[in-house]
């Protein structure tokens, strides 16, 4: 027979998994702590804390539609664009009624900004990727589009550059380009699909 002790580890377990191991209050610092993860850039550990909110029923009970938003903005800040287009999806699907609350709209306008400041930088890498067409050899004109890939958040054209950086010449300033992958691989996390596939192509340019 299993003893108590196995009991409450065994409803210790249920507990936390359902979000009764939570208070309220606790709840909340997730939350804000998210929200504070996104704003400086820690993507990875935003999308972690949201999308363990969205597993305690009794927080989505009344939070669901402010946490969606709130994933979706961290992952088009992360630069997982089609992530944040499936969340926002998820949200107008599941919470259309809560979509005029003010906390709501307020994210969802911060992300509607990030999705028309993305098109506005895209048109910039646009016009230095036609630069770089005239010169395809320049690694030097190739990382400058990557470190303004990767300062206005565009994260999948900063990676796609670095990569072809190392195909010309893995050496370049020094690896730079390596050491410039690993920390936008650092920054996103290692479960966002744009490392995963990353990771990929790196590892067939250095092996």
Do not use: C
């Not at 709209?105 to 630069?131: G, H, N, P, R």
């Not at 300062?151 to 300033?173: P, V, W």
């Not at 744009?194 to 192509?201: C, E, M, W």
């Amino acid at each position: 027979m299993p003893n108590e002790q196995v009991f409450e580890t065994f409803f210790g377990t249920l507990e936390k998994l359902s979000g009764l191991g939570y208070s309220p209050e606790q709840h909340q610092q997730i939350y804000l702590e998210a929200v504070n993860q996104i704003n400086t850039k820690n993507f990875a550990d935003a999308i972690k804390q949201l999308k363990q909110l969205m597993e305690s029923e009794h927080w989505i009970e009344g939070h669901g539609a402010k946490t969606l938003a709130a994933l979706s903005w961290a992952y088009i800040k992360s630069g997982d664009k089609n992530s944040a287009i499936q969340t926002l999806q998820d949200l107008q699907n599941k919470y259309e009624k809560d979509l005029e609350q003010d906390d709501v709209k307020l994210i969802v306008q911060e992300v509607q900004k990030e999705f028309d400041q993305k098109a506005a930088e895209t048109s910039k890498l646009d016009e230095m990727m036609q630069k770089l067409e005239n010169n395809p050899e320049n690694n030097d004109l190739r990382l400058e589009i990557a470190q303004y890939a990767i300062e206005s958040g565009s994260y999948e054209h900063a990676i796609e550059t670095l990569l072809d950086i190392m195909k010309i010449d893995r050496n370049f300033q020094n690896k730079v380009a390596n050491k410039l992958l690993l920390d936008v691989f650092a920054k996103l996390g290692a479960t966002n699909p744009l490392v995963i596939q990353g990771r990929k192509k790196m590892q067939k340019i250095l092996y």
